[in-house]
């Protein structure tokens, strides 16, 4: 949709994947426009403009709360992402979080209380992490820059420029080097990998983008044998960690249509992974089941697919392109069940606890929703401000960070009678 979406570089002003001129954006912008109610799938392009969004968010439906989520502390400790589409989530680690927002403050905050125990103003452009490589946090920049702070302080270590915006959160791999690596994929599908110790380049692997591309990266996903990436284009590709080079490469959506618009076919939610099968999902493409070593999907079902999903050894769950919940068969992809009462609350990944699942929304809202079947089953406003950050789990609790920068720790238990 085009609240989560956005096909316009919003802070360059060019198309995603391919710089130009003010006169060329307004001509592709023009050509695009006119393609728009061409083309079969209208529900899913991106909303242009100022007028009334054609797909307002549902009304948060009546809800019967089987369970109680309960604010253990709420608290402001940055600005958030200030509007943008950033992937500034929180990190957690030995009973820390560190989050990041988009002036270039970094706080270290103790999980339990929520208590401020260092800040760090770097002055950087921040877009993506941060991520936990050993004693180090790595983050990424929207002017194309990776920086690693030290744990203990926020005192900065590193840095190194590597040309494109990064949308994606830096991935830590630990190798017999000292520090292991970090990989970093850039908005123009680039993908790099970097000394974790010194930040010095080790290579480089560039994929041609497509020549328009969601406003977004898929974050690497780091297997016991290499690096799974999605590409902007609607392939998945696995690398080499020891130079990048391809162990192989398949389509999860082969891009098809009459125009650039419908050609679309981005994978921008993150691969996961559940013992040797991987799940992934391309915008307005399919949902694949990937076997991790061979390269080979298993089963795909047509769902366009954005935010992202969660699996484990009982189901798979995925959040659409319009917002709706599903529950599916890990095997096959069989659909078991599928909720769609916040459709167009620009929901969150789902996020698995226990016998639950949690998205948050728009509005500041979190949703819980039974795992077996997908009923609402509680709720609970956190912020006023958009949630786009996934919750965390961790040590028993759920965290969730807003996009004005409100973070907040909560439990959940059963009703007061």
Known sequence: MGWQLGLILPRSGRWAGRPGGAQAVIERLSVLLALVACLSGCAMIP?????????????????????????????????????????LIPAFAAGRFYLADARGRVVALDAQTGRELWRRETGLALSAGPEI?????????????????????????????????????PRHMADPSAGGRVIVHTLDDSLYSLDAA??????????????????????PLITGDGILVGLAGGKLVKLDPRDGSPLWEIWITRPSGRSELARIADIDA???????????????GDLAGVQGERGEVLWRRQLSVHAGLAADGSGLYVTDSEDRVWGADPQDGAGRWKQDQLRYRRLTAPVILGDHLLVGDLEGYVHLLDKRDGRLVGRARLTKSRISAPPLVADGRVYVY????????????????
Do not use: C
Request: a negative charge; proline letters at 8%.
């Open 133 to 169: 490589a050993g004693e180090r946090l790595v983050l990424g920049t929207s002017r194309g820059e990776v920086v690693a702070l030290a744990i203990q302080d926020g005192q900065e270590l590193w840095r190194t420029s590597v040309g494109g915006e990064i949308l994606a959160v």
């Open 402 to 417: 807003g996009d004005d920068g409100t973070f907040s720790a909560f439990g959940i238990g059963a009703l007061t009678k």
């Open 270 to 284: 993150d691969p996961i992974q559940v013992g040797e099968m991987i799940y992934v999902g391309a915008y307005n």
């Open 47 to 87: 909303w242009l403009g100022r007028e009334q969004d054609p797909h307002p968010p549902s009304p948060l439906p009546p809800l019967v709360e089987d369970l109680a989520l309960r604010v253990y502390w709420s608290l402001q400790p940055t600005r958030g992402t200030e509007g943008r589409q950033l992937r």
């Open 198 to 219: 010194t930040g010095q380049i080790q290579w480089r692997v560039q994929y041609p983008p497509p020549v328009l591309t969601l406003v977004g990266s898929s974050t």
